[in-house]
Structure formats: structure tokens, C-alpha cells
Nanobody
Framework: QVQLVESGGGLVQPGGSLRLSCAAS????????MGWYRQAPGNRRELVAG???????NYADSVKGRSTISRDNAKSTVYLQMNSLKPEDTAVYYC??????????????WGQGTQVTVSS
């Protein structure tokens, strides 16, 4: 059983910063690519940023230059530092991780989501 627990969301003013964290726990043999997604009301869930096991990163154009994804493999944790936040960044942010737990193949797991609201 694998669990992803996110934290760090909240209400922030435009131009402010937030740091999201997502810790994976349970039966983890290999922690592969991890990423952050977001979903605003009425919109589809979209990729915000991803990071591979060797640290290669990719970002959505909408957050490039304002956000940094990182990971601590010893803690099985991925982070998303978001700066210069805009009202359009308001969404529920979800963590996703591809994890091999010893079965036939690795699986994707999702966190429960954390609300980020950017408003004055």
C-alpha cells in the first residue's frame, strides 16, 4: 500500500509564494517520476511540473520561470516552490508519483490534493 500526502497549500496574495510538499510512504521499492498537477473549477487536470528520478525537470509554460520542482529521495518527498503567484494559479494541486512496489510493473499514485488560492 502506498500513500501520498500533500501539504503547504493555502491562501496567498498575488505576487506571493508557496511551497508545496508531497511525501510518499508505504511499500516503495523504486520511486520514479514525480510530478505536480492542478485542476481549477471547470478545467481539466493539467501538468504543472515533473521531475524524474535523476532530477530532470519539466514545466508547463504557464509556470516556467516562477516555479521550481525538487525532490528528496531519502525522504521520498517532492516539492514545488511557487513564486510570483497569480490569481490564475488558483486550483487544487495534486501530487503524482510512479512507484514500483515489487509487483509486475510500477503504478501511478495520486495524493488527495491541496487547495491553493491566490487572491487579495
Amino acid at each position: 500500500q502506498v500513500q501520498l500526502v500533500e501539504s503547504g497549500g493555502g491562501l496567498v496574495q498575488p505576487g506571493g509564494s508557496l511551497r508545496l510538499s508531497c511525501a510518499a510512504s508505504g511499500s516503495i521499492f523504486t520511486l520514479n517520476t514525480m510530478g505536480w498537477y492542478r485542476q481549477a473549477p471547470g478545467n481539466r487536470r493539467e501538468l504543472v511540473a515533473g521531475i524524474t528520478s535523476d532530477g530532470t525537470t519539466n514545466y508547463a509554460d504557464s509556470v516556467k520561470g516562477r516555479s521550481t520542482i525538487s525532490r528528496d529521495n531519502a525522504k521520498s518527498t517532492v516539492y514545488l516552490q511557487m513564486n510570483s503567484l497569480k490569481p490564475e494559479d488558483t486550483a487544487v494541486y495534486y501530487c503524482k508519483a510512479n512507484i514500483w512496489s515489487g509487483g509486475a510493473y510500477p503504478l501511478d499514485y495520486w495524493g488527495q490534493g491541496t487547495q491553493v488560492t491566490v487572491s487579495s
